[in-house]
């Protein structure tokens, strides 16, 4: 089966720049999608296909691909970005979702 | 605006049924896709089940392997999943999202927390 696989933890100070990477065989053939789960909250999408941003979620927050990896970044990253990052994929060959394995962001 | 709201989680035996609700409201639900996703106590996302707007497409996870049904009902805007011969392996917090059947998961509810447990 497909398998998403993400860094377990990334450390960032306030105001410096977080990456998220996601990685997965043939992920440039497919679109990536990306959430936020806060501690004890519902997940909340913050990007789609690659690099859209939904209303309401800051420029701060951007999408890119190369390769085999998807990357979300967080740009002038603030307290209030401290969560569990998700990636996901929707799997052709088996017609099944796939979230990746997450990221916890901790602010420092 | 949009609102999902989960219900029917609580403690059930191993062996024994279950069925989740979904309630939408404030988008057309009836042209929308929906999912069910779980997530186990301190565990990652894990997508369980989703249906067409149309409840022409259904599709599900491996390890439901035939326990579950999604279905809908388009005049209630609900939609349900039943969940058979529970194990404590299926013990999680089961969100109802909303997206196209191959798309992004736009919105999500708050869940509902199921345990099975003797």
């Known amino acids: 089966s497909f398998v998403l696989t993400q860094t377990p933890s990334v450390s960032v100070a306030p105001g410096k720049t977080a990456r998220i990477a996601c990685g997965g065989d043939?992920?440039?053939?497919?679109?990536v999608h990306w959430y936020q789960q806060r501690p004890g909250q519902a997940p909340v999408l913050v990007m789609y296909?690659?690099?859209d941003r939904p209303s309401g979620i800051p420029e701060r927050f951007s999408g890119s691909k190369s390769g085999n990896t998807a990357t979300l970044t967080i740009s002038r990253v603030e307290a209030g970005d401290e969560a569990d990052y998700y990636c996901?994929?929707?799997?052709?060959?088996?017609?099944?979702?796939?979230f990746g394995t997450g990221t916890k962001v901790t602010v420092l | 605006q949009v609102q999902l709201v989960e219900s029917g989680g609580g403690v059930v035996q191993p062996g024994r049924s279950m069925r989740l609700y979904c309630t939408a409201s404030?988008?057309?639900?009836?042209?929308?896709?929906m999912h069910w996703v779980r997530q186990a106590p301190g565990k990652g996302l894990e997508w369980v089940a989703l249906?067409?707007?149309?409840?022409?497409?259904?599709y599900y996870a491996d390890f439901v392997k035939g326990r579950f049904t999604i279905s809908r009902d388009n005049s209630k805007n609900m939609v349900y999943l039943q969940m058979n011969s529970l194990s404590a392996g299926d013990t999680a917090v089961y969100f109802c999202?909303?997206?196209?059947?191959?798309?992004?998961?736009?919105?999500w509810g708050q869940g509902t927390l199921v345990t099975v447990s003797s």
């Open positions: 249906m067409s707007y149309d409840g022409r497409l259904k």
């Open positions: 043939d992920i440039g053939t497919k679109s």
């Open positions: 999202a909303k997206g196209p059947p191959v798309g992004a998961l736009e919105y």
């Open positions: 404030g988008f057309t639900f009836n042209s929308s896709g």
């Open positions: 296909y690659d690099r």
């Open positions: 996901q994929v929707w799997d052709s060959n088996s017609d099944h979702y796939v």
